[in-house]
């Protein structure tokens, strides 16, 4: 369970560029819900992650993972309870090391083992099963360099090496963002997949409207600092893209009268 509680951040408090990225911002993720947050640019969604993490203290304001109160918790000890991927499909794996070699440095580092036993049958057969769950083959492929492997393949290792250690939490931080379109639904399908098969607690950060509508328990839309709407439940199943657009429609014509 996530609970982000009267979050507040400003950037360049007291200066003529004060911004208010957080603006005592409220939510609550139940363990293993899938929370799909959007907002249009500069609505605070990457602070928000980036407060979760630990990445970016807080002015004032909580967070709290399963209960406990990680603010003041650093970024490298709230790594163990949280997994990140971000955008771009080159940063969570090594590129000349195989699938295999990939799954053994992400186990390393999340059980703080050393590589003594390496990479050894039973470590093999784990991964394979690990790596089946995304659907889309790499658990034949544990011989292959990563660099050989498509964009979407290795965003979705990526994801599979940082829910390895059954973190408490997982951020995707627009991780299909950098994706051709087709490549981005098969590796939400495979986030899916994960999630689901892990019953892993889930806040994703999306531009991607089709996304937010397709997948996930729960759309969080933010606008400037602020949780500004939530759709779940039977609603979230009704919901269409034309839909939350006219959320977004309806906060532009208020900027657009000066509101
Ligand atoms: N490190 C920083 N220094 C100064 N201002 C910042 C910093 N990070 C964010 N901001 C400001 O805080 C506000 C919220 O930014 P944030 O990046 O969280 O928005 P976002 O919803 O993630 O936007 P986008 O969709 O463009 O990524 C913006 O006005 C932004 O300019």
Redesign the pocket.
């Given at each position: 369970m996530l609970e982000i509680r009267s979050a507040r951040k400003t950037?360049?408090a007291g200066q003529p560029d004060e911004?208010v990225?957080l603006d005592n911002l409220d939510l609550t993720l139940q363990t293993g819900e899938f929370g799909v947050v959007i907002?249009?640019?500069?609505?605070?969604?990457?602070?928000?992650l980036n407060a979760v993490s630990g990445a970016l203290s807080l002015d004032s304001g909580a967070i709290l993972i399963n209960g406990d109160d990680v603010t003041a918790t650093p970024v490298h000890k709230r790594a163990t309870r949280i997994a990140r991927v971000f955008q771009d499909p080159m940063l969570g794996t090594a590129a000349s090391m195989t699938v295999a070699e990939n799954m053994l440095l992400a186990e390393l580092r999340s059980t703080k083992r050393t590589l003594a036993r390496g990479l050894n049958a039973q470590r093999l057969a784990n991964y394979k099963e690990r790596l089946s769950v995304l659907g889309l083959g790499l658990e034949n492929r544990l011989d292959t360099k990563v660099e050989l492997l498509s964009g979407g393949q290795r965003q979705s290792l990526s994801l599979i090496m940082a829910v390895g250690g059954s973190p408490d939490l997982l951020l995707l931080d627009e991780h299909t963002a950098a994706l051709d379109p087709r490549t981005a639904d098969l590796v939400m399908q495979a986030t899916v997949r994960a999630v689901d098969s892990l019953k892993l607690t889930t806040l994703m950060?999306t531009?991607n409207m089709q996304h937010a509508v397709d997948f996930g328990h729960r759309v969080i839309m933010?606008d400037a600092?602020k949780v500004k709407l939530q759709i779940g439940g039977e609603e979230k199943a009704n919901v269409t893209v034309a839909k939350l657009v006219d959320h977004f429609a309806v906060k532009t014509d208020a900027m657009m009268l000066g509101a």
């Open positions: 950037f360049y911004k990225a907002g249009s640019n500069g609505a605070g969604k990457s602070t928000m950060v531009h933010l600092g």
